[in-house]
């Protein structure tokens, strides 16, 4: 590790020297890399970003336009766990350490949640899939109405005015035509909070009794349920959404009413429900919009997909 970040974590840690260092996994586009160091006092997570000389993107998406929101996203999630990151019940995310520049590396510090017993996992049950819900209405709830400054203005990777490269190879005429109309719908509703902007599974880990959340590089304003769709999408195949879908919606729902009432009581929760429910198969035709122009064969562009999409394009009709 860099000298300099080095003696920054043993300062920000109370500690006094590395024991050990290990990599947990290379950033998308080998934008850099997350550790897990070990002090003689405790483990931290280092989340080192070091901007690439040569762009390679998995997809071939190595435009400047892709590479300008990747550096933005960093921005936003080094903001987002410095300024606005409360430590929630029922919707934790790691605590934060330190962040800055050395030289052309940026650096994150945060909690190492396994310090907690947080682990991740590939496949989950039904308990904790609730636990997923849970923690997304918990966060919806507290940050209803919640100001945005230096996060995106509107969050989620997919939003469709950092998509436009995407939209424009896009051969689904339909959805292609109804692209803004839905963008349009979405940010007009008058329930807007901060949403994750990446809210699948991988993102998320768990204990014996809770879920937490990682990586909050799209973090920003946006209805509730344009993360609990990309969730479900995440966890379940075409046919187990068509199952499971009003199963998870009615329990996030639940879940919602309970946390407004703690951190918005004044606000009806009846209205929300109604106008996100409402809402739902848009904000997943949204996802699917990008993802027809970004990856058309993706396998998650499936019968279920289809079916909200044709929904959406009708509902335009």
């Keep these: 590790m860099d000298k300099n970040i080095e003696s920054i974590l043993i300062l920000a840690t109370k500690s006094k020297r590395i024991v050990s260092e290990q990599l947990i ?29 040569k762009l390679h993107h998995p997809k071939g998406w190595n435009s400047d336009t892709s590479h300008k929101r990747k550096v933005k996203s960093y921005q936003v999630e ?27 590396t940026k650096y994150l510090i945060l909690e190492d949640l396994a310090q907690k017993c947080f682990i991740v996992k590939s496949i989950i049950d039904w308990n904790e899939v609730k636990r997923c819900l849970k923690w997304l209405a918990v966060f919806h709830a507290k940050y209803l109405g919640h100001k945005t400054d230096g996060l995106w203005n509107i969050g989620t990777y997919w939003h469709l005015e950092t998509r436009a490269d995407e939209l424009e190879a896009l051969i689904d ?20 909070t901060i949403v994750h ?18 990586d909050f590089q799209y973090v920003g304003g946006g209805i509730g349920v344009k993360d609990l769709s990309y969730f479900l999408g995440s966890i379940y195949s075409s046919d187990e959404l068509f199952e499971n879908q009003e199963k998870c919606l009615n329990y996030y729902f639940e879940e919602l009413s309970q946390a407004l ?19 739902y198969p848009f904000t997943a035709a949204d996802f699917y919009r ?21 929904q959406v394009i009708n509902a335009f009709n």
């Design 25 to 53: 996994q290379n950033l998308w586009s080998n934008y850099g890399e997350i550790l897990r160091v070990t002090t003689d006092k405790k483990s931290v997570i280092v989340k080192k970003i070091k901007f690439p000389n």
């Design 78 to 104: 080094m903001i987002w766990y410095k300024n606005y990151n409360d430590n929630l019940p029922f919707a934790y995310s790691p605590r934060y350490i330190s962040s800055g520049d050395d030289n052309d």
């Design 173 to 192: 005429t339909g959805l292609k035509n109804i692209a803004k109309k839905i963008d349009k719908k979405l940010n007009e509703s008058k329930f807007q």
């Design 197 to 214: 902007g990446d809210a699948k599974l991988a993102n998320f880990l768990f204990n014996n009794d809770d879920a937490s959340a990682v």
């Design 261 to 279: 009432s703690i951190h918005h009581p004044a606000v009806d929760a009846k209205l929300v429900e109604s106008d996100w429910r409402e809402l």
């Design 290 to 310: 990008f993802l027809k122009g970004w990856s058309p064969d993706h396998h998650k562009l499936n019968s279920y997909s289809e079916n909200i999409i044709k």
